[in-house]
């Protein structure tokens, strides 16, 4: 289930829905997947900087978890508030 979400595919994927690419800079013509992957983690972790656990959990909740598929999405939300619940 973890492997659905933090691969490279549906990182990127969620940066460009985000329009996240619009603001990088790079010097190659195309934007490579693992650039897009680093804009996410460092979106996720500006939010956990700025406002704590709940709003970056709040993030990952509402752009991450309807990117799983149904059969994995109680699993996934299980491991989500017990990792939670350490922080």
Same mark, same amino acid.
């Given at each position: 289930a973890r492997d659905s979400l933090v691969s490279q595919e549906p990182m990127a994927a969620? =940066?460009? @829905?985000l329009g996240l690419q619009n603001y990088i800079q790079d010097t190659a013509d195309e934007i490579y997947i693992s650039c897009l =992957?680093?804009?996410i983690e #460092?979106? *996720?972790g500006a939010i956990f900087e700025d406002g704590?656990?709940? $709003? /970056? @959990?709040?993030?990952i909740l509402k752009f991450f978890l309807p990117?799983? $598929?149904n059969t994995e999405c $109680? #699993?996934?939300?299980e491991i *989500? *508030? @017990?990792? /939670? /619940? @350490?922080a």
């Open positions: 969620l =940066c460009q @829905k =992957c680093d804009v #460092s979106v *996720i704590g656990i709940t $709003p /970056a @959990k709040n993030f990117m799983l $598929p $109680p #699993s996934m939300m *989500i *508030i @017990k990792n /939670a /619940a @350490k």
